[in-house]
């Protein structure tokens, strides 16, 4: 039994475990410096997918500081180094403070560096003078007379065994403070029930369980929470896996105002908070501007800029319904992160407002222009949910975006965040609105309207294709295709033509040539159309007309492919920014500052102070003393050659001429 503790103590304090250890708590270190920390799993789950989400969370990677196998490695370190201490330490403080009076001469004669020197000076003078040289050397000095003569032995560089116990202390005191600063004793009370995790989204405090809610007196944590301009909180948010607990704050902190200024490309420059705290246990207040890497420290809480993002715009938009054979446009006022419903039967359609940007910033690819960067202006993000829960995502910009000389108003839409957004172009009109593009729109909706339109013209159609066809029976064609074109595009001509071919008809090539050119003159009678109505026909059509009419058609051709027959325009905003604050209460951060500057000194002890020994035997003889002398260093051989070859030129010129 006593064997087997022999060796598990042997085993713990060795340093083959230490370094195993801390080889392991690096490359946790990295991973943890890689891969951000404590963000929601939803973040995890989009950037990583699924299957290596659930991976990385039961390997604890989102949180490695506080998983139980890290807490454990660093608690076994701690265990191990303490132990090495405990056994190694008399033995160096023993070893610095031995002269090694026990040196005879053939020990010397067999040291690496060793010379002689005879010299007429008596011993006594001789060893006078020669400790009163070592002292001014930097030594420290004891003799004993031996059989063989009087022994002097040197000890310089002692600090160099105490910077072995200093990093071996500091390693201790570094863990020690990582285990005060961890949340692995909050992660306990998650599992046996104490800490309820809350999952729920923008809740009352009243409405959370109590054990969601955290006591003030929490010693350790790290949090975060988002404040809009003009706002106060006195709570923050501890992000815990799928949800998050409420950390109280014994003070609250109000954002009297947010600045951010961007580089030329669009990237944040800078950003700062105008923060004002407000202690009414304490009755103080306190006014301060924090920005990134310029904290304010306040009654042991740390309160860092983190983060910006919208605080809750309020944005006028209008509505209008792609579908309807007239221009309806309903206005509507949201904030973001508000949700509301579609008007009209709209299939329980849910509008969420999820985010809003006053610049977006991309490299300008215009040919036109020589810029490198271009301001596409302000842009509104959104989602629209289905009654089953699936939603698509879209992103509207406020103003026409110039490409290749012509404006557009730009709508993207995508299925998933995962997904690239997929553009539609809507020609912009001369007032930078959408509008005649809708009305156009709305016509081909109108059948009421249309028919007697197309049906005005077929008479000129027939003319010109020579078709053997009545005006009543083309203008019935004319709707169809028109119809078709409006629910699916070049895509659908394309499937119904092809579907003809399958069918053997032979002349199925030419009948599509022939539709598609019918088409074309149905879109352009109705284009007119929509001119006239709008006092914009001068009696023909010039160059930019005619070019507005073929963006129009392209973006009628993918209009099945936008996923909504909502499209919303941004008309207004009133910008309202929030600056995300990181507030910590790190008990364990001035341990670990002091366990690093122990580190600090500890290391330079060890490599730079040099622990080393000179011994010097005197014996007497006929003519004076012969004096026989060696020493020896921890460390850097090389270099203390060189010392000692010195400093025996030195001892030959001052001791051998007396």
């Not at 060796?7 to 370094?19: D, E, G, T, Y």
Request: with cysteine.
């Amino acid at each position: 039994m006593r064997l087997t503790l022999s060796r598990s103590v042997q085993f713990l304090s060795s340093m083959n475990l230490a370094i195993t250890l801390l080889l392991v708590i690096a490359v946790a270190s990295v991973i943890g410096t890689i891969l951000r920390q404590n963000e929601p799993y939803q973040n995890y789950i989009i950037k990583f997918g699924p299957f290596w989400h659930d991976i990385y969370r039961r390997l604890g990677l989102y949180d490695i500081y506080s998983t139980p196998w890290f807490v454990l490695i660093m608690a076994f370190l701690v265990c191990s180094v303490s132990i090495c201490l405990y056994r190694n330490t008399p033995k160096i403080l023993a070893s610095a403070r031995n002269f090694q009076l026990h040196q005879r001469a053939n020990h010397i004669q067999h040291l690496t560096h060793h010379a002689r020197l005879d010299t007429q000076t008596g011993m006594d003078k001789l060893l006078f003078e020669l400790q009163h040289w070592l002292k001014q050397q930097g030594y420290r000095v004891q003799s004993q007379a031996t059989g063989e003569g009087m022994l002097v032995a040197a000890i310089r560089g002692e600090a160099n065994r105490y910077g072995y116990l200093l990093t071996h202390v500091a390693v201790i005191i570094i863990c020690i403070g990582g285990l005060l600063d961890s949340n692995f004793p909050l992660k306990l009370k998650t599992r046996t029930g104490q800490v309820q995790i809350e999952t729920r989204d923008d809740i009352p405090l009243s409405a959370m369980d109590k054990r969601t809610i955290l006591s003030k007196e929490n010693p350790s944590f790290r949090a975060s929470v988002s404040i809009p301009e003009g706002r106060r909180v006195n709570t923050a948010f501890i992000n815990m896996g799928a949800g998050y607990v409420v950390q109280p704050l014994p003070f609250s902190i109000q954002v009297q105002d947010f600045r951010i200024e961007h580089y030329n490309n669009g990237q944040p420059k800078s950003f700062a908070s105008d923060l004002r705290i407000v202690d009414k246990a304490n009755a103080t207040s306190l006014e301060q501007t924090i920005l990134v890497n310029h904290p304010l420290n306040y009654r042991g809480y740390t309160i860092y800029q983190a983060s910006f993002g919208d605080g809750g715009s309020v944005l006028k938009f209008s509505l209008f319904d792609l579908q309807s054979p007239t221009l309806q446009k309903t206005a509507a006022q949201l904030a973001v992160s508000e949700t509301m419903r579609l008007p009209g039967d709209a299939d329980a359609l849910q509008l969420e407002l999820t985010e809003f940007k006053k610049f977006n910033i991309f490299p300008d690819n215009d040919a036109a222009t020589d810029k490198k960067f271009r301001d596409f202006g302000p842009s509104l993000t959104f989602k629209l949910r289905q009654a089953d829960g699936t939603a698509r995502e879209y992103l509207n910009y406020m103003y026409p975006v110039t490409i290749a000389g012509r404006d557009y108003l730009l709508s993207g839409v995508r299925e998933s965040p995962q997904a690239d957004y997929r553009y539609l172009h809507i020609p912009a009109d001369d007032n930078g609105s959408a509008e005649l593009f809708l009305r156009f729109l709305a016509l081909l909706n109108d059948e009421v309207r249309l028919r007697p339109l197309l049906q005005r013209n077929s008479t000129m159609l027939i003319e010109n294709t020579a078709l053997p066809i009545s005006p009543a029976e083309i203008t019935n064609v004319l709707i169809r295709l028109v119809d078709l074109f409006r629910r699916q595009g070049f895509d659908g001509l394309k499937a119904h033509f092809s579907t003809a071919s399958d069918a053997g008809i032979s002349d199925a090539q030419d009948l599509q040539n022939a539709s598609l050119k019918m088409l074309q003159f149905a879109l352009q009678q109705s284009y007119l159309k929509v001119l006239e109505d709008s006092d914009l026909f001068t009696g023909e059509l010039s160059a930019h007309e005619i070019q507005f009419l073929n963006d129009s058609i392209i973006a009628l051709s993918s209009l099945h492919e936008y996923g909504t027959t909502y499209f919303i325009q941004l008309d207004d905003f009133e910008e309202i920014q929030a600056t995300g604050l990181q507030i910590s209460r790190s008990p364990g951060a001035k341990w670990v500052y002091l366990g690093f500057l122990l580190l600090t000194l500890g290391v330079f002890m060890l490599f730079y102070i040099p622990h080393q020994r000179l011994w010097f035997l005197l014996s007497g003889t006929d003519t004076g003393t012969h004096l026989l002398y060696g020493g020896s260093r921890t460390r850097h051989q090389a270099d203390f050659g060189r010392y000692f070859a010195n400093i025996s030129h030195t001892i030959k010129q001052t001791f051998a001429a007396h």
